[in-house]
């Protein structure tokens, strides 16, 4: 079997003309735009890319982002202070922080200093423990993405068997709660699990999110299953690669994602979902 590919890049224009035609009629109707705050803290250059990329896409969209370009020397205690400014600007309604943070500041603490109706990441205590709850209100936006992917895919999720490799706050854990939630057994990996290749072989849909390139071998994949990877590593010729040996596991799974152009562009597509929702949250509650 060859999988067939799913095309993340297509599938999120697909989204992101609906979001844009969804603001436009809102615009019409006479609400104002979504604003969404992008915090960029110091220079590090993925992050300056990943953050130049959002900015591009909300551009695409109608969602007017205002640029906050920090020193890396700010203090927490500055940043929290902007935060708290934002958190209370009716005009605001998304705040982005763009993680990885300078040494001196600590993530947690900034996750938890974001309003939750303005974290449009997803990724505050509130923002997972709604979705632990089987509630979910703002979603994090990479496994939300992956969400949109396998319904691409046209595949009956409950009872499916699905393993999530990586357990990180960002992916791994809302990844698993996700499916969960979809009615899937989920099994939580790491790349130090003892016999990682068992997990991988029993399932039905796989996701990996470690940051390792070749973790995941061909050989391992279940033929018929559903490979997504969220990995982003760059080889030494500085071009882009998964988690997942990708050729070989093409030749067993039903559904594969390529690496660059399969996970990523949905992240920025919910991403700007969340946006919209949080706008549309913040009229209710002014008209209230
Ligand atoms: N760093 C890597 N991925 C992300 C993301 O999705 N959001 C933010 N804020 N930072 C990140």
């Known amino acids: 079997m060859t999988a067939k590919i799913l095309h993340g890049d297509k599938i999120a224009d697909k989204y ?3 979001i844009a035609n969804d603001i436009r009629q809102r615009t019409k109707q006479g609400y104002r735009p979504p604003v969404l705050a992008v915090i960029l803290v110091g220079d590090d250059p993925a992050s300056t890319i990943y ?8 551009e695409e969209v109608g969602v007017n982002s205002i640029d906050h370009n920090l020193s890396a020397n700010i203090s927490q205690i500055e940043l929290i202070a902007l935060i708290n400014k934002l958190n209370d600007d009716p005009e605001v309604d998304g705040i982005l922080v763009q993680m990885p943070l300078p040494k001196q500041i600590n993530p947690d603490a900034i996750l938890e200093a974001i309003d939750p109706e303005k974290d ?6 509130y923002n997972l423990g709604r979705l632990a709850q089987g509630r979910p209100h703002l979603r994090s936006c990479t496994p939300a993405g992956v969400m949109l992917l396998l319904q691409e895919t046209a595949t009956n999720l409950p ?5 999530v490799v990586g357990t990180s706050n960002i992916v791994g854990k809302p990844m698993l709660l996700e499916l969960l939630l979809a009615g899937c057994t989920i099994t939580a990996c790491n790349k130090r699990t003892v016999d990682l290749a068992s997990a991988v ?37 500085g071009t882009l690669t998964g988690d997942v040996e990708f050729a070989a596991a093409k030749e067993r799974a ?3 994602t390529p690496v660059p152009r399969g996970v990523g562009p949905m992240t920025i597509t919910c991403l700007m979902n969340n946006v919209l929702l949080a706008n549309i949250n913040q009229q209710l509650k002014e008209s209230a």
Do not use: H
């Open 159 to 163: 009872g499916k068997v699905a393993t």
């Open 51 to 58: 953050v130049r990329n959002k900015r591009r896409v909300c």
């Open 201 to 237: 072989k029993r399932a039905d849909i796989l996701v990996v999110a470690v940051g390792q390139q070749n973790l995941i071998k061909g050989e391992w994949i279940k033929p018929g299953s559903i490979v997504i990877d969220v990995g982003m590593n760059r080889r030494d010729d």
């Open 254 to 256: 039903a559904w594969i």
């Open 16 to 18: 992101r003309k609906q």
């Open 120 to 125: 449009v990441d997803g990724f505050s205590p």
